[in-house]
Every structure is written in structure tokens, then in C-alpha cells.
């Protein structure tokens, strides 16, 4: 297998919709999955000028383990644990990234606050395929 197939990537966009009905808050990433080596590799390259909003809740770094991929290795599910200070953030973070229809979605378990229910999510997320 030759890398160019080995690895997958895209680029996603995080972001709320500001009073003006234009993108506020906007955070850009990119997610690589690396099959040959079995890891998933997040990189933030745009956060806002102003960060009202908090931290990118998503870690960022290679530090994913590929725990699942499909047959056509178009969907991976990664793994990271991230053992913070702050008792309020979830120490595991599960990314389900799917290349087929250019989506990913996370959850968290551990935290304090995973069974908090949000009752309406501000955030909005686009994916675009770079390979």
C-alpha cells in the first residue's frame, strides 16, 4: 500500500453564526488519518482574534490511536486520552471521522459533565476532503 492511499485528510471549519448571520467563532482544523501507522493527527491552523468562547474542545496533536476503521478505510474512529488538571474536562475523547460523506462528530467520557444534556448546540461544523 503506498502512502498517497494510506492517508486520508480534511479540513473542517467550527464555528457559531454571529448577529450578522455571517460565521463568528470560527476555528479551523485539519484531521489526518495515517492507516499505516494506525493514528489520527489533528491540527488546529486558525482559532478567532478574539476567543470569547473557551478552548478547542478537540485535542490537538497525534497523539490518536486508530481503535476502529471500516473495510473501505473511509470511516475511523480515534482515541485519545487526555489527563487535564481541570476536573470538569473528560479525560477520553473519541473522534468518528467519516472521508465517504466528509463528516466527524467526537464525545467525551469521564468528565464531570458527560451526561449533561445540551439543549441547543451553538456550534455548526463544515468538512471539506483534501486528498
Known amino acids: 500500500m503506498t502512502t498517497a492511499v494510506a492517508a486520508k485528510s480534511m479540513e473542517c471549519e467550527r464555528y457559531q453564526i454571529g448577529s450578522d448571520g455571517s460565521k463568528a467563532e470560527l476555528f479551523v482544523y485539519t484531521v489526518t488519518a495515517d492507516l499505516d ?10 482559532q478567532p482574534p478574539e476567543n ?4 478547542f474542545p478537540i ?3 497525534d497523539n490518536w490511536k486508530i481503535v476502529w476503521k471500516a473495510q473501505d478505510s473511509l470511516r475511523v474512529v480515534g482515541l485519545n486520552t487526555d489527563y487535564s ?8 475523547i473519541m473522534l ?3 472521508f465517504a460523506n466528509v463528516r466527524s462528530a467526537y464525545s467525551t467520557a469521564g468528565g464531570l459533565t458527560d451526561f449533561d444534556e445540551v439543549i441547543s448546540d451553538p456550534w455548526k461544523y463544515e468538512c471539506k476532503r483534501l486528498d
Open 85 to 92: 488538571e481541570n476536573p470538569f474536562d473528560s479525560p477520553v
Open 37 to 46: 501507522v494506525g493514528s489520527l493527527k489533528i491540527d488546529l491552523t486558525k
Open 52 to 55: 470569547k468562547t473557551g478552548k
Open 96 to 98: 468518528d471521522v467519516d
Open 59 to 61: 485535542p490537538v496533536g
